[in-house]
């Protein structure tokens, strides 16, 4: 079955990075477009970073662009996402999700993504 696993979460300062990744498996990778979610209690969880199967278009939330990177190993079958000059408000559980359409990845799909990760916490002190 499919299985996306993140991992790279945990405790950073403000003005930090951190990089998530998250490998895939059950799936044809290269086919899939993929993307970066996070969520925080009592918020939908929503699309931070979007990337094509082959990764010629990258769609990015507002208030990660410029600070935020998407890319994928397609021979290694990962996800990643560099995360620079952290802020608080980045403090979220990031999931991973993957499906064959790339609108479903996007921000206010009436329909989500097909596969998701368990998440891994990210927390920021300020």
């Known amino acids: 079955q499919v299985q996306l696993v993140e991992s790279g979460g945990g405790w950073v300062q403000a003005g930090g990075s951190l990089t998530l990744s998250c490998a895939a498996s059950?799936?044809?990778?290269?086919?899939?477009?993929f993307a970066w979610f996070r969520q925080t209690p009592g918020k939908e969880r929503e699309s931070i970073a979007a990337?094509?199967?082959?990764?010629?278009?990258?769609d990015y939330k507002d208030s990660v662009k410029g600070r935020f990177t998407i890319s994928r190993d397609n021979l290694g079958n990962t996800l990643y996402l560099q995360m620079n000059n952290l802020k608080p408000e980045d403090a979220a559980v990031y999931y991973c999700?993957?499906?064959?359409?790339?609108?479903?990845?996007?921000?206010?799909?009436?329909?989500?993504?097909?596969?998701w990760g368990q998440g891994t916490r990210v927390t920021v002190s300020g």
């Open positions: 990337i094509t199967n082959r990764g010629g278009i990258t």
């Open positions: 999700a993957a499906d064959l359409t790339f609108a479903k990845l996007l921000r206010g799909a009436p329909q989500g993504p097909a596969y």
């Open positions: 059950g799936l044809t990778f290269r086919d899939y477009h």
